[in-house]
C-alpha cells in the first residue's frame, strides 16, 4: 500500500457520494473499532463516536451544515454536501472534569480518531469530506431537536463531522451531487515538504 498516496486521497474533500453503493454494517463496525483503537491520554475513554446512516437524520444535520459566516456575508448559504454522505459520522468530546487540560486533549483526540478512520475509509476505496461549518443547536428547530434527542444525541456536542461513502467515479471530488462544483484547496507552504524536514 502506497501510504503517500492513499494520504493524499484522504486529503480532498469528497462533495458527491453513489448512493447505490452501501457501506454496510461490518464496514461502519470496522469503523467505528478503529477510531476507538487509537490512541487517548492515559487510555482514557474521552471521546464519543456516532453515526448517522439514515437518510432521515443525514439529511436533517446536512440541512445544517454550512459555513455561518458567509451565510452572513452573503445572506444566503451554500451547503457542505461532504456532510449528505451515506454515513455520517459525529465527533464529540467526553469530559470527565472541567480540566482546560483535558479539553484540549479531547479535541486532539478527536482529531487522532476521525484521521484514522477517514485513512481506513480510504484504504478500501470509500472517500470522506470533514466538515466543521455547521450549526450547532441555535438554529434548529424544536421538532428537530427533538427527533436527535430521542436518539441521544445532543447536536450542540458535536465538534466534528466526517461523512464517508462512494463517490461517483465519473464525477470529480469537488462537483456535487446536483452538479455544483465547490472550491478545492491544493496544499500550501511557504517551503516544500523537503525543505521543511528538520532532522537533528
Not at 96 to 121: F, P, Q, R, T, W
Not at 152 to 181: A, C, F, S, W
Amino acid at each position: 500500500m502506497d501510504w503517500l498516496k492513499l494520504v493524499e486521497s484522504t486529503q480532498h474533500c469528497q462533495r458527491n457520494w453513489d448512493f447505490d453503493k452501501v457501506v454496510d454494517e461490518k464496514t461502519i463496525d470496522w469503523l467505528f473499532n478503529i477510531g476507538y483503537t487509537m490512541p487517548t491520554k492515559q487510555n482514557k475513554d474521552s471521546i464519543q463516536i456516532i453515526a448517522f446512516k439514515t437518510r432521515e437524520l443525514v439529511e436533517l444535520v446536512s440541512k445544517h451544515a454550512y459555513d455561518q459566516y458567509d451565510h452572513a456575508k452573503h445572506s444566503g448559504h451554500k451547503n457542505n454536501p461532504q456532510t449528505n454522505a451515506p454515513v455520517l459520522f459525529g465527533f464529540l468530546p467526553i469530559f470527565h472534569n472541567d480540566d482546560k487540560y483535558v479539553k484540549a486533549k479531547s479535541s486532539l483526540e478527536i482529531g487522532l480518531a476521525a484521521g484514522a478512520m477517514a485513512l481506513a475509509a480510504n484504504s478500501i476505496g470509500m472517500k470522506t469530506g470533514f466538515c466543521q461549518c455547521f450549526e450547532n443547536d441555535w438554529g434548529w428547530s424544536k421538532t428537530e431537536l427533538r427527533l436527535l434527542k430521542r436518539k441521544n444525541v445532543n447536536i450542540g456536542d458535536i465538534n466534528l463531522l466526517v461523512g464517508m461513502g462512494y463517490p461517483i467515479e465519473t464525477q470529480k471530488h469537488n462537483i456535487d451531487n446536483t452538479g455544483r462544483e465547490h472550491d478545492t484547496y491544493p496544499k500550501i507552504s511557504k517551503l516544500p515538504i523537503d525543505k521543511r524536514k528538520i532532522i537533528f
